[in-house]
C-alpha cells in the first residue's frame, strides 16, 4: 500500500519569509498524482497544488511551488512571502492513477505564520 | 456553484447507537468519497462512491457502510457506534472516477463532527 509521510508536525515562518514543507512517499506505481491540501482552522480542505508524475516540471501556483524528485519520492512545498492568511494544516497526499478517487494522506505538518 | 455540503455539521451519539451522515457533491459531481479524519490516525480513506456503486473501499470494518443516490448524494452510516468512532467525516466529491479522473480536483465539505459518549 501506498504511504505518505510528513515528518515536520509543526512548522513556522515570519510573516513575508519563506517556507518548506517535507513529504515522502512510497510506493511501486509510476504513475500517480500528488497533491497538497490546505485545511485552515474553519475546517474545509482546499487544493494548494497538485502534480503529475508523469511530469518532469515542478507544478507552480502563484507563491506556491513543489519540488518534485521522483526518484527519490519526495514532493515538498514551498510558500513564498508567507502571509497571514497561509496559517493552517497542510496534508501532502497521493492519488494512484488507476484507484479512482483514493487519496492516502500524510498526517499533516502545522504551520504558523508569524506577524 | 454551491460547494460540497455534508449535514449535519455536529452530532453527539452514544455508544451501541447507529449514526446516518449525509453529503450532497457539487453539482455535476458524480464521485463522493468518504474520509475518517482524527488526531492519531489523520485522514484515512472509507469509501467511494461513483454513479451509485462502490468504487473502493478502505480498512474499515463492516460497521462503516454507505450508500449514493442517483442525484449523486451519498449517505454514510455507523452501526453499534464505539468511542473510537468519534472523527471529524470529511467527503469529498469530483466529477469523475478511476482514470478518467486523472484530471479532476477533489473537492471537500465541512465535515461532520461525530462525538461517541
Known amino acids: 500500500a501506498q504511504t505518505v509521510t510528513q515528518s515536520q508536525p509543526e512548522m513556522s515562518v515570519q510573516e513575508a519569509e519563506t517556507v518548506t514543507l517535507s513529504c515522502t512517499y512510497d510506493?511501486?506505481?509510476?504513475?500517480?498524482?500528488l497533491f497538497w491540501y490546505k485545511q485552515p482552522p474553519s475546517r474545509q480542505m482546499i487544493l494548494v497544488i497538485r502534480?503529475?508524475?508523469?511530469?518532469?516540471q515542478n507544478a507552480t501556483e502563484n507563491r506556491f511551488s513543489v519540488n518534485f524528485q521522483k526518484a527519490a519520492k519526495s514532493f515538498s512545498l514551498k510558500i513564498s512571502d508567507s502571509q497571514l492568511g497561509d496559517a493552517a494544516m497542510y496534508f501532502c497526499a497521493y492519488r494512484s492513477f488507476n484507484t479512482g478517487n483514493q487519496f492516502y494522506f500524510g498526517t499533516g505538518t502545522s504551520l504558523t505564520v508569524i506577524p | 456553484k454551491a460547494g460540497v455540503t455534508q449535514t449535519p455539521r455536529y452530532l453527539i451519539k452514544t455508544r451501541g447507537q447507529q449514526v446516518t451522515l449525509s453529503c450532497s457533491p457539487i453539482?455535476?459531481?458524480?464521485?463522493v468519497s468518504w474520509y475518517q479524519q482524527t488526531p492519531g490516525q489523520g485522514l484515512q480513506f472509507l469509501f467511494e462512491?461513483?454513479?451509485?456503486?462502490?468504487?473502493n473501499k478502505g480498512n474499515f470494518p463492516g460497521r462503516f457502510s454507505g450508500r449514493q443516490f442517483s442525484n449523486s448524494r451519498s449517505e454514510m452510516n455507523v452501526s453499534t457506534l464505539e468511542l473510537g468512532d468519534s472523527a471529524l467525516y470529511l467527503c469529498?466529491?469530483?466529477?469523475?472516477?478511476?482514470?478518467?479522473?486523472?484530471?479532476?480536483?477533489?473537492?471537500f465539505g465541512p465535515g461532520t463532527r461525530l462525538t461517541v459518549l
Open positions: 502534480q503529475e508524475a508523469y511530469k518532469q
Open positions: 510506493t511501486s506505481e509510476s504513475d500517480y498524482y
Open positions: 469529498a466529491s469530483s466529477l469523475t472516477s478511476g482514470r478518467a479522473a486523472s484530471t479532476d480536483t477533489q473537492y
Open positions: 453539482s455535476g459531481h458524480r464521485s
Open positions: 462512491y461513483f454513479s451509485e456503486t462502490q468504487r
